[in-house]
């Protein structure tokens, strides 16, 4: 598929994906006032936050199939038209329960909608240096619009009801569809493409089921009932997902691609990248409104040097792809982040250390993200882009739900040990940040600021422990790529 205008086409399902992305992480800001209005728990207010990531994770594999299968631009207007009405259920949600299963159906259009993405980029331009810059381009707008969500969610919140960080998509959608039909080629067809709805229910249950579990054992008291049925469905799950596939004659996603090290490398480094971004994200953007008092304006804006810093590093690395190697330019990145939020960790509490910190960590993920897309799809023979497309995409939503799962419950976790330590009382406090505003709101002023001030020291420590095993994990996940590298230039090399 080559397109007469690739650069237009190029903008169109960007803007398509800067709408899935910034639905990652547009209710950070949002979240406080969310928990307000709807009464949502703090397990309610995670599920508000993961169901996008976890369902479009699962979804992601027989996406990226039935757009091999039936084409790429069908898939995208299909994602288009199902993210939008979806767009418009979630504007209206009346009920946590509503605005969860609004989330679940916008990550149905999303998972149509993604894969596609990537494989009409890979189609439509023949120069490998301008694909290689247009990689890079869509990498900046996935890290960057995912860190620019707050932001977007905060300027809204100053003048709006929250629903209105929904309702923003409808126009972007009315939009593109009739763009896409204009411009964006149909491109080929390939009918022989395998599609397994059971295997896309193994994958969505496994998940799902291993999230749970995840966050189970933050909470302050976990029911071991809970956990070990969760950690076994989702366990189980995978396993005959996994065994489906290596079964199959025609596997929804080839087990083989991963047998080059340049293609495994890119996987880990997009599940490191964005487990990191929008976890670390999460926890930040929560600490500056519920400790620091910002409104969520502020706290958009106080985090923008992330997605700036993004936006400009994901072009700057796509033009550095000509000249090195997609592995080494991973590996340094991750490092680059890692350092950034360690740098954070460090000098926690003061301004222009943690603004420089952004910079530097916005900087790096975004790199690391142009690094990583192309490592995959660049590496994956071109009739199955759809397949490549999906499996980078699944190790951004994985990533994602998984920072979102593991860290939000490390910060959980260490808010509660260290809110309780400390001879904190009270069960509603105890379980987070919200409920010991809550709480602290029906107390006489003595005890409510005693309550306040151990609640808000707890959280800052749940902070620092979430900023700190982001750090290590990027600076180990940059060294494993690395040695993958090496390893799989020696094999070529005795090849």
């Keep these: 598929m080559t397109a007469r205008s690739p650069w237009l086409v190029l903008a169109i399902v960007s803007t398509a994906l800067f709408l899935i992305v910034i639905d990652m992480t547009v209710l950070y800001t949002a979240l406080p006032t969310l928990t307000r209005d709807l009464d949502a728990s703090a397990t309610e207010k995670l599920w508000i936050v993961n169901a996008y990531s976890l369902v479009v994770a699962g979804l992601l594999p027989g996406a990226g199939a039935l757009g091999d299968r039936f084409g790429h631009r069908r898939m995208f207007m299909i994602g288009l038209v199902i993210f939008g009405l979806a767009s418009l259920a979630a504007g209206f949600a009346p009920s946590s329960a509503m605005l969860i299963a609004a989330r679940a159906a916008l990550a149905v259009g999303a998972a149509a909608m993604m894969p596609a993405t990537l494989s009409i980029i890979r189609h439509s331009f ?55 039909l204009a411009f964006v080629p149909r491109g080929q067809a390939h009918g022989h493409h395998p599609f397994d709805p059971v295997g896309s229910v193994q994958a969505l249950v496994g998940l799902v089921g291993l999230t749970l579990a995840i966050k189970e054992i933050a909470k302050p008291d976990p029911s071991v009932l809970v956990l070990v049925l969760s950690a076994t469905v989702g366990a189980a799950a995978l396993a005959l997902f996994l065994r489906r596939l290596r079964r199959s004659a025609s596997p929804m996603i080839d087990l083989t691609l991963f047998r080059d090290p340049r293609f495994s490398g890119g996987v880990i480094g997009a599940v490191v990248s964005a487990a990191t971004l929008l976890g670390v994200e999460l926890v930040i953007t929560q600490r500056l409104q519920l400790v ?9 804006l106080f985090i923008l040097p992330i997605p700036l810093a993004a936006f400009v590093a994901g072009p700057v690395a796509g033009l550095l792809l000509g000249r090195v190697r997609a592995g080494v330019l991973l590996s340094a990145t991750l490092a680059i982040s890692g350092t950034g939020i360690l740098i954070y960790w460090a000098g926690f509490g003061q301004t222009w250390v943690e603004l420089a910190s952004f910079a530097i960590m916005g900087a790096g993920i975004g790199a690391a993200m142009t690094a990583a897309s192309s490592a995959i799809m660049l590496n994956a023979p071109a009739d199955r882009a759809g397949m490549a497309a999906s499996v980078e995409e699944v190790s951004y939503e994985l990533g994602g739900a998984l920072g979102i799962a593991m860290l939000g419950s490390l910060m959980a976790g260490v808010y509660s040990a260290s809110f309780a330590a400390a001879g904190g009382s009270g069960a509603q406090a105890r379980d987070s940040l919200d409920g010991a505003l809550a709480l602290a709101a029906t107390l006489p002023a003595p005890q409510a600021d005693t309550l306040l001030a151990l609640a808000n ?39």
């Excluded at 900046?140 to 998509?169: K, R, T």
């Excluded at 620091?292 to 958009?300: F, I």
């Excluded at 749940?462 to 390893?487: D, H, Q, S």
């Design 126 to 180: 023949d120069d490998p240096d301008q694909r290689a810059l247009a990689i890079g381009i869509w990498a900046a707008v996935a890290s960057g619009g995912a860190a620019l969500g707050p932001v977007i969610g905060g300027a809204l919140l100053q003048h709006f009801h929250w629903g209105a960080v929904f309702l923003i998509n409808l126009p972007v959608v009315l939009a593109a569809l009739p763009l896409t």
């Design 292 to 300: 620091q008092g910002m409104t969520p304006l502020q706290a958009g």
């Design 457 to 495: 020291a707890a959280f800052d420590r749940a902070t620092g422990a979430v900023a700190l095993a982001a750090g290590l994990v990027l600076l180990g996940a940059a060294l494993w790529i690395g040695r993958i590298n090496r390893a799989g230039r020696t094999i070529q090399q005795s090849a």
